[in-house]
């Protein structure tokens, strides 16, 4: 598939997933059994998202920081986002770690 | 009740008002998305063109990272439409207050729906009964943040077409994901949750097409309702 069939067919799914109850299903409520877990895929896609990205170099498993600066780099973005919401100062931080610890090592 | 254009105005400048402090935390994601895009496999033009397409954060950067990374076509589409589900509670809790819209209305506005402008009108919406001021309250949020979603983005992949490669800069694609992610901890559950998605993903990092990402995300939706279940 091509990259701009995935696009548009992302850009579809995702409007008509914003559609849904607005202007297909009506007013019914959700239920319950599909309200739970939908509470949880925003931490749970983030989470599997981020994790891979940072912990893993080549493709294996590293928090040394010689060899994998991003995990370090990452834990203090983790530390910072949750005492500030601030994107600009989290990727700021981010960013100068990693460019820290690859300047040391 | 007539509505005077002014009365339109108002109720749209108010929600253009709303969601004003917000730009601070959209224009450097957006300029971070665009600089990320500029240096994708998806190129700037395709990668610029998510922003109108598909116009979901977190979403358009996980396709870019997922067709970087060779994932199946598939795979891609499921992945995003899963971290775009979310969408589906907010059309549901927004559904009662959009019901006395014109029906153009019902079936264009959905599109600025985002986790902004939802948190912004369902406040208000819980302030104000009036279908007119609602339609243009939500219309002023929404486009609001539409218009420095492109604005920001288009500037990034122009900054990004000029930032060398040795800058490390598709680390900000993680950093955003954890600026997205550690609010959404709310609770033990959620922590849970993200936990095991995490560990998972990680683990299922070598599946085929892919997958480890989908994969991940499951487990950890899982575990969050198992959770709560056992916390209840």
């Given at each position: 598939m091509s990259n701009v069939g995935i696009v548009f067919a992302i850009g579809i799914g995702s409007y008509l997933i914003r559609l849904s109850f607005i202007g297909i299903v009506g007013n019914r409520a959700m239920p319950d059994w599909a309200l739970v877990p939908l509470r949880f895929v925003a931490p749970a896609v983030l989470a599997a998202l981020v994790a891979p990205a940072v912990l893993l170099h080549e493709g294996v498993l590293t928090v040394a920081p010689a060899t994998n600066p991003r995990a370090i780099a990452a834990l203090v973005a983790v530390l910072i986002a949750w005492k500030t919401k601030n994107v600009a100062v989290v990727i700021t931080a981010g960013m100068v770690t990693v460019w820290a610890l690859q300047a040391v090592f | 009740m007539t509505h005077d254009p002014s009365f339109r105005r108002t109720a749209f400048n108010d929600g253009l008002r709303a969601y004003a402090p917000l730009v601070i935390a959209i224009i450097p994601f957006g300029l971070v998305f665009g600089i990320v895009a500029a240096g994708s496999?998806?190129?700037?033009w395709l990668g610029g063109a998510t922003s109108v397409v598909i116009f979901a954060g977190a979403a358009q950067l996980a396709t870019l990272q997922l067709i970087d990374a060779g994932a199946a076509g598939a795979v891609v589409i499921a992945t995003a439409l899963v971290i775009n589900a979310r969408h589906l509670m907010y059309s549901a809790a927004l559904a009662p207050g959009f019901r006395e819209f014109p029906r153009t209305a019902r079936f264009v506005l959905?599109?600025?729906?985002?986790d902004q402008a939802f948190a912004i009108s369902i406040v208000r919406f819980g302030q104000v009964e009036e279908p007119v001021y609602r339609r243009w309250y939500f219309t002023g949020a929404g486009l609001g943040l539409w218009v420095t979603w492109q604005i920001s983005t288009v500037t990034g992949i122009v900054v990004g077409a000029q930032?060398?490669?040795?800058?490390?800069?598709?680390f900000a694609i993680p950093l955003m994901f954890v600026i997205l992610l550690v609010p959404t901890i709310k609770g033990r559950p959620e922590l849970i949750a993200a936990a095991v998605g995490a560990g998972v993903a990680v683990a299922a990092a070598n599946a085929p097409y892919g997958l480890g990402l989908m994969i991940g995300a499951v487990s950890g939706v899982v575990a969050g309702v198992v959770a709560l279940r056992v916390m209840r």
């Open positions: - | 496999d998806v190129g700037p959905p599109y600025l729906l985002t930032v060398p490669g040795s800058w490390s800069l598709d």
